[in-house]
């Protein structure tokens, strides 16, 4: 039985609905990046569910280092510990080692890395990986793979997609295992697999047909968003996709912008999750329906408007660029802290306005008025 159903299509593009033991998710969706199991700008949970949040994900690699996944468990699991009731994704750390650790040994075991806070050696594999998100207590777990950079060297990355299946059929086992423990959490928890491959075309295609014969509840694309162009991750997802299962979720992961976004689900793609909203939020970099804008700019020193317009976020309704402008330039936390709250409401919106262009048909319509004009600076 599949978790996930696919309600209407509108060309390649999938309006659907995914079931998880912590509710119902409406896809196409973004998951709010809370990598320490916190959204950094000082939100809460409760913020959240205000701004629409529907998937929160958090970092395995981060909590195994603090505070630790076994201390998470003995709170209850990651939903008790953070207060947040609806699903929650955790990546399996393999992205982190691969980015954060300068001295790192691969086996076909695992990874043994120095951790990036105090240097003390850790080692993960799939099974590591599995354990530590049975204690987090997640919705869905990441499978544990290696994220190759692109581009590397086609023998290189064969070696790795091959390495990172025998990976994936390790974590089924384990989760498996894990789930039928007395004392574990969450015992529905779901193991979704990733799709490795770099730039190379055949290798992404065996790699999915092979991970697809696995019959997990969703797959992800890994490895993009590191560095090609994105004409090359366009192209990726148009030659991969057709062999990834119809009837599972696609999650592509680490992306992106808003074009991005659109252009993905243009291509079949069901979730995806970037730190790009918050992190650009900090720095006074902000999404709207016009474009992009930077609150720091002169220009907006006596504007009384709101960001946007046309927004209906918690900031857009109180609070004046020029407001915002000054507490930049001042220093003070809540800029932060008003403007992750207004690119995340954007996001979550723009997610609910693709739904309903797909649901009504008009999604091409839609990808051909904002895919250029999204990308705007203002």
Same mark, same amino acid.
């Given at each position: ?38 959204? *950094? ?16 994900l ?39 080692v !691969? ?5 790192r ?26 354990r ?118 696609r ?11 659109i ?14 909203? %918050?992190?650009n939020?900090?720095?006074? !970099? ?5 474009? %992009? ?10 504007? %009384? ?12 309704? *109180? ?11 001042a ?15 954007f ?25 250029? *004009? ?5």
């Amino acid at each position: 039985m599949s978790n996930f159903k696919i309600l209407t299509t509108d060309g390649l593009a999938r309006r659907g609905e995914f079931d998880t033991v912590h509710g119902k998710v409406q896809t196409p969706v973004f998951q709010n990046v809370g990598t320490i199991a916190a959204i *950094k700008g000082a939100l809460s949970t409760e913020d959240l569910r205000q701004l629409g949040t529907q998937i929160e994900l958090s970092n395995t690699y981060h909590l195994h280092l603090r505070p630790g996944d076994e201390v998470v468990k003995k709170l209850g699991g990651l939903h008790k510990f953070m207060n947040w009731d609806r699903p929650i994704l955790t990546d399996s750390g393999g992205f982190q080692v !691969f980015s954060l650790a300068k001295l790192r040994n691969i086996t076909e075991e695992g990874v043994t890395f120095a951790s990036h806070i105090d240097g003390h050696k850790i080692f993960m594999g799939p099974e590591e990986s599995m354990r530590i998100q049975s204690n987090l207590a997640s919705t869905i777990a990441m499978a544990f793979d290696e994220c190759v950079e692109n581009p590397a060297p086609k023998d290189y990355v064969k070696k790795s997609v091959d390495r990172t299946y025998r990976w994936l059929v390790r974590c089924k086992n384990e989760m498996e295992r894990l789930n039928s423990l007395e004392d574990t959490i969450n015992k529905q928890q779901m193991l979704f697999g990733i799709n490795q491959g770099g730039t190379y075309d055949d290798l992404r295609i065996e790699h999915m047909q092979r991970i697809a014969e696995l019959d997990l509840p969703g797959y992800a694309i890994g490895g993009l968003a590191v560095g090609e162009s994105h004409e090359e991750m366009y192209h990726i997802l148009d030659v991969t996709l057709p062999h990834a299962p119809e009837d599972k979720s696609r999650y592509l992961m680490g992306v992106g912008t808003p074009s991005n976004i659109i252009e993905s689900v243009a291509r079949g793609i069901d979730f995806f999750d970037c730190v790009m909203p %918050t992190r650009n939020a900090r720095h006074g !970099f902000i999404f709207t329906r016009h474009g %992009t804008m930077n609150m720091k700019n002169q220009k907006y020193e006596l504007d %009384t408007r709101p960001i946007d317009e046309e927004c209906s976020c918690p900031t857009c309704q *109180k609070y004046t660029r020029a407001y915002i402008r000054h507490l930049f330039k001042a220093g003070e936390m809540l800029a932060m802290r008003l403007c992750v709250i207004h690119n995340l409401y954007f996001y979550n919106e723009l997610m609910e306005r693709i739904r309903t262009a797909i649901e009504e048909h008009r999604f091409e319509e839609f990808r051909r008025e904002n895919v250029e *004009k999204l990308a705007t600076r203002l």
